[in-house]
């Protein structure tokens, strides 16, 4: 403390009625300069006591204007009661006179910079003082300079504001600002917990909480940026990257699961980039990257190759092993716009596309995707329309014995008579449903209607109805199963649901557990499209299902000199040891299908016997072979 209750005040009366003017002043500038940052902030406790003690010492200055009144005894209270108030304002406080010699000048202060109490006292020049910061390491400028600058300032009524660094490294802000009677008042605050809480803010305000990867926003601005620094004959790439059913993976396995896979997302984005490239999170499971610069597109899809192959590694999230894949929408500048909002709009068109093509994929931005994105978006609103007003029917194909050509079973397969683009294939329209959550809606009007249908098939006939990953988000599948059978009297034995691999992909024992509620209801379970996708033989192996469909692709090259028909041979044989049925996809010619025989195949399904008809159809063929088959008895 720099004034002392037992220390002389300088000067004489004179000096003294000026000095508490000054102090009154200085309080009233204090308070006003606190309730200035009031009126935009909140009040925290610490500003409590700043204002109360502000208020203090203004109280104690108007004393002791008073203090002709005073007797010396009170003087000398008054005093110590000022000495109080000064020392405990938690901010440094230095009151100069006009000739810059320090009046007070506190605690406090002393303490931010470490200064010695007999150096910096009242009477000592602003010179000194700062020559003394200077010799004990809290100020390394031109001392005359530095003075000179804000004596003028505030000579010409002016306040100051400079930022310093104190020993260890703590933020200080200085303000001076000039007193109507001459003079001035400094006052010093240890800003560092607050400029830490706004640079927090300006971190949260840029990027992500949950990955720390840059937000939309600093995407945005980066991008900005990066598109002004290119030059001639050079390119960048804008990449959004979509995280593949990750909806499920929160819905079955958990909000804190979803949340760990996208933090593994995100570290092995980060691994994958150049230290000029730049991640974001744009929300969701939505990413992005820009990679800039490049000289051409080989390097972006050499990118994304290496970012799928990152990113399908498994994922291990408390205690989970979590598979999962990735579309990815490419834009390229310049030559897919230079305008930043464009390029985001192309990749994200781009990433549709990818989606659209059944995702797990990547798709550079071409002319011409707006116009299927907004077709496919009014085909959205149209299956809306569709699914109540009658227009969508399923068709029926047999699955035909290879030995004896008995038809085993039909598989229902959804179509849509669109009254102005004709047949919509389902390979169009499913995705369709299953992006806008009108899968399970679509699959619940299939089921039921597949099972009626059969209801008037002869008994050993089954039926076949696909079922997307997608619906086996819901808790109640098994329960919709359970009711479609019941409605129309179906036994639970001649109902086969086929499900794809993308139901196993991750480690998901919510899926698991709904097939095997579905396997007690009775139903029969069986493995579509195999060989498709990853086509891990070791998805066989984590649910016994009764049937494998090989998928098409192998049946069309079965014959040529690939590996098609040892792979089939594989599966046939895997198969047959765990008492699962085989149903070769696609067969569309007689070689084909004595090839299959020969590898020991089960059934088989394709335009070689019949391709998917409508149910009046179906019920015509199934009664002309129970008459051919009664007549050959
Ligand atoms: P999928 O389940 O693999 O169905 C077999 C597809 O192959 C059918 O196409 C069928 O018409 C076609 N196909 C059958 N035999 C042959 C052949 O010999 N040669 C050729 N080139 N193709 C043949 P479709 O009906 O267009 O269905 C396409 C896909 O749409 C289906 O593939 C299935 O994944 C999906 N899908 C169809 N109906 C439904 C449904 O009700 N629910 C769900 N979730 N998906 C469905
Ligand atoms: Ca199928
Ligand atoms: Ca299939």
Redesign the pocket.
Known sequence: MSIESDQKLPGGPADKAGLFTLLAVCAVVLAAAVLAQFAVSTWSIRERVLLALVAALAAVAGHLLRRDRLTDRRLVAERRQLSIAVNNIPQGLVLYDASARIIICNQPYLDMFGLSPDVAKPGCTMQRLIAHRKETGSFDGDVDAFCNAIIQKVSLGKATRQLTEAPGGRAIEIINRPLKGGGWVATIEDITERKRAEEKIAHLAHYDGLTDLPNRILLRERLEHSLTAMRPGEQLAVLYIDIDEFKSVNDALGHPIGDELLKGVADRLRGCLRETDVAARLGGDEFAVIQTPIKDRSETTRLVAEIHSAIRQPFECMGHLITTDASIGIALAPSDGVDLDQLLRNADLALYGAKGDGRRTYRFFEAGMDQRAKTRRSLELELRQAISDGSLEAYY?PVVNIEDGKISSC????RWRHPERGMI???EF?PIAEDSGL?DQ??LW?LNAACAEAVTWPDHVRVA????PMQFRSQSLALNVAAALAACGLPASRLEL?ITEAVLIRDDEAALDMLHQLRKLGVRIAL??FGTGYSSLSYLLRFPFDKIKID?SFIRDIAGPGASSSIVQAVVNIAAASDMTTTA????TEQQRNLLYILGCTEM????FS??IPAAEVRRLLLSHRARAMSAA
């Open positions: 194909q598989e229902a397969l959804l294939s389902p390979a499913i899968i679509l699959g299939v109805v696909n079922v997307s086929e579509d499209d098409r996809e696609g067969v569309e399904q394709g335009y070689l391709p998917a």
